[in-house]
């Protein structure tokens, strides 16, 4: 029964389909990936900001002692 429906459906549909979707399913799909990875930057951000920003939080040393600390 199986094979059969199987054999049915393959043979009773054409090879080549043509689809059609309209500007507005496009823009949504835009819409959706942008949004989504906008999303993930923004739950990521402190380890993002951890990853490119790390020099910027050693400690500075300094060299000379200014007049007040002698």
């Known amino acids: ?11 009773g549909f054409p090879v ?5 979707t309209d500007p507005g399913t496009g823009v949504f799909l835009l819409q959706s990936l942008i ?14 900001s951890r990853l ?3 020099h910027a939080e050693e400690p500075v040393q300094k ?3 200014t007049p007040e600390q002698q």
């Open 1 to 11: 029964m199986n094979a059969t429906l199987l054999i049915v459906l393959l043979v």
């Open 16 to 20: 080549v389909s043509f689809g059609y």
């Open 63 to 65: 060299s000379e002692q």
């Open 52 to 54: 490119l920003f790390r």
């Open 35 to 48: 949004a989504g990875s906008v999303g993930i930057i923004y739950s990521f951000r402190k380890a993002i």
